[in-house]
């Protein structure tokens, strides 16, 4: 077919590239983050490719039994209770993966696709699948060569990401469609492409590369690397508030936090104390109030209940990614394959559901922040920060913006985990929705990322405009950070670029 320029995404083909050795150390979300977006590449240790061998032997020895194994000698979901022949089991695999292709909606991103092919290259080589060697080298030259399947957004439930992860394996039969170089091309074109060839499939094979929550495991580990970023981000903006606002710095007091100490209350007090380090703040009767309004006083708080959730999210993905999730397991040690749950991600889900629920309560505090800085009855400032007053609208019209934001997020962290109607004949009768939350999670923080943004180009106009020279180091750097993008503001002018310039530094790109 055509070439066509292909859909943005975020990942780059940079010049140097690392290699993660799959088996070789435990994977973290950082691994995920440089073969998603980076430039490392990947293999399967020598210990991987033992084990993916010895449940290969396994794979091979029942294959030719009649004991019935799930999804190797029978059908799949309603189908369980079909016996595959002999003949049909190795044409059966490509069957489950173009029958299970039946995503639809917006395609995932570059970036997305490519983590969730990572996360499952890191299932496989526990060595539970049984895929064969041949079929697992594939899929990782596939992520080498950067050749990316166009994988559409919607079609999985969360109990294993087949219809995502049909779409790639089409690829590597050399059907679907593909991106390579900027074009999409035909699966078989793409590969040709990128100087490889389409796969052939042996029994299991076509099982082991749908059989895993990657679309979920993968694109949340990104999720998670972004919600970092962005609560630093929230952080720097809430020093630089409370120098613009002249806060009280109280609340940060170490002799506070062990009076009470809520998950994540210390660490944040205390990195609010370093970003703040230097500030007159500190001194006696600096501050304008002996009590500031709630979303100064319950930083430590709220930011730290969301870091504490942000460890809960990042603990329960790499677990994920250093699992084994494939029904049925080979147990190679025992020669055993057994049927079991391990598919069902219910944990991951109700992490994410946490996590979003947290960023909304910092959306929250950090909206009215904001507000609180714009208004002359809580800010001893001009309205609305506007240095000519009169006609000018200064930063009023922000408010909308940041109000939508806001709205946005609350309407976002609202729980899509609860309920989901029985597929497959009534077999497959719950399922946590995982894709979706997570992919909710990071419209989350798409959102937090522009509100944070405000908040920051906000709070350095009310330290220009209150001609403070002294403020705490990391205020002092998320300042400049602000103005390296974004001007003072004197009279009015557009500030949607401002805003998307300085999301774009949070973000990184």
Known sequence: MASARHPAGRAKSPPAAAVIELGARRIDIEAVRQLARGAATVTFDAGARKRIAAARDVIERYAKSDVPVYGLTTGLGAAVDTKLSAADMTAFQAQAIRARSVGVGPRMATDAVRAMIAARLAGLAAGRSGISQTVADALAALLNARVHPLVPSIGSLGASDLAPLAHTGLVLLGQGLAEHDGEILDGKEALKAAGLKPVTLGPKDGIALLNSNGASIGPGALVLADVR?????????????????????????????????????????????????????????????????????????????????????????????????????????????????????????????????????????????????????FNDLPRFLTPIGKANNGFATTQKTASALEAEIRHLCLPVSLHTAPVADGVEDYAPMTPRVVAKTGEIVERLRFLAALELIAAAQAVDLRRLETIGKGARDAYKMVRSVCAFLDEDRPLGPDIEAVAARIAGT
């Open 229 to 377: 970023a962005v609560l630093d981000a929230l952080d720097q903006a809430a020093a630089l508030s409370f120098e613009g606002f002249r806060a009280n710095v109280s609340p940060f007091d170490p002799r506070l936090q062990p009076l009470r100490p809520a998950p994540g209350q210390t660490e944040t007090a205390q990195r609010m104390t370093a970003l703040l380090e230097g500030s007159l703040l500190w001194n006696k009767g600096a501050a304008r109030r002996v009590q500031d309004p709630l979303g100064f006083r319950c930083v430590a708080q709220v930011h730290g209940a969301a870091r504490t959730a942000l460890r809960a999210a990042i603990d329960a993905v790499e677990i994920e990614l250093n699992g084994a999730g494939d029904n049925p397991a080979v147990l190679f040690e025992s020669g055993e394959i057994l049927s079991n749950a391990n598919f069902d991600v219910t944990a991951l889900a109700l992490a994410f559901e946490t996590l979003g629920l947290a960023l909304a309560q910092m959306a929250n505090v950090s909206l009215h922040r904001l507000f609180k800085l714009m208004s002359p009855s």
